[in-house]
């Protein structure tokens, strides 16, 4: 069973139950150490990862999919390299998306291999090799920042603006997979979405590039204009995607969250299926989530699609000319 977030994660002050958990975080803290000792090993083409170290959605994905949009349009070959996390599968390898499913394979898996080849597992070294013997000229991990395994050209941390890094602990004292300062000089970018409410730019070198963004909605959303909307999301934080919905002044009778990489039951559909059952009502999800839904149900719902968009775009660019001049 996959849990949401816990509440005591966020907040600038660490809870009673935070301090509790401290000492367990310590043994997050010597696995991290203990990781980054591994060798690492360089692959023949370049590879850029976007990873993060807190838990939950801080865009990654989102900027993933806009940077394989962006090296196609150039005329790469790019591949994608992930470890599916989500899936019930220990399928391992190339996905194909015609016959894979996301419930299988994992959500942003598949929605990565609807765009270009796809490679899950978590042995990214072997499976960066054969997205090389199939042509890759550049390769694209989503996930895998605490991973050393393989070599990162140009490592990118994805920050949420509006949550930061919670109370700054690690897990799961706190929402961190590593600290700020252990993953820096890892670093060759960052990118931060939304508002940047805890001063996090503020914490990061001068000297480390930085793109600013808003993760911004498709022109479906204005489609729902006039319409009662019931809203559901298994994303890393739901209520990004219910606020994002009031921005647009969509009249919202109902949200529902689901933990992250939920998988949807026959009784989850069932209940959202009675939702609609007032007229003029319609159901809105992610695309995250629209991919794990069987098709029958697809069509029968509006799926909001995110797309980065910049402050500084012409960093964008110089980060993708440094990237594969490597």
């Avoid at 994303?235 to 949200?255: D, H, Q, S, V, Y």
Wanted: charged share 20%; net charge positive.
């Amino acid at each position: 069973m996959k849990l949401t977030a816990p509440s005591f994660w966020q907040g600038d002050k660490p809870s009673s139950l935070s301090n509790l958990l401290l000492p367990a975080s310590k043994v997050t803290e010597a696995l991290s150490h203990h990781r980054q000792k591994k060798p690492s090993l360089k692959v023949s083409v370049p590879v850029l990862c976007c990873g993060n170290i807190s838990v939950g959605g801080t865009g990654k994905t989102p900027l993933a999919l806009h940077i394989l949009q962006k090296l196609i349009q150039r005329g790469h070959n790019p591949h994608v390299i992930t470890r599916g996390y989500g899936g019930r599968s220990k399928k391992t390898g190339h996905i194909h998306p015609q016959h894979d499913k996301a419930i299988e394979v994992g959500d942003e898996a598949m929605l990565l291999a609807q765009l270009a080849p796809t490679w899950r597992g978590p042995d990214r070294y072997a499976n960066a090799q054969q997205a090389i013997k199939a042509g890759a000229d550049c390769l694209i991990m989503d996930d895998g920042l605490q991973d050393p395994t393989l070599h990162k050209d140009l490592a990118i941390l994805t920050i949420d603006g509006p949550a930061g890094f919670g109370n700054q602990r690690l897990l799961p004292a706190g929402p961190l997979r590593e600290t700020l300062a252990e993953a820096l000089p890892r670093l060759d970018a960052a990118v931060l979405f939304g508002e940047d409410t805890h001063n996090i730019a503020e914490q990061l070198p001068k000297s480390l590039p930085l793109l600013k963004g808003q993760l911004t909605p498709s022109p479906a959303i204005h489609q729902l204009k006039g319409r009662n909307i019931i809203a559901f999301a298994g994303i890393g934080r739901p209520e990004k995607f219910f606020t994002m919905l009031r921005e647009a002044n969509l009249t919202i009778l109902r949200t529902l969250s689901f933990p992250n990489h939920h998988i949807y039951s026959e009784r989850d559909l069932q209940h959202l299926a009675q939702l609609t059952h007032t007229p003029n009502t319609v159901l809105v999800t992610t695309e995250k989530d629209n991919v794990k839904l069987p098709s029958l149900f697809q069509q029968c719902i509006t799926t909001i699609k995110i797309e980065p968009t910049w402050h500084n775009p012409a960093l964008q660019e110089e980060l993708l000319d440094r990237f594969m001049s490597c």
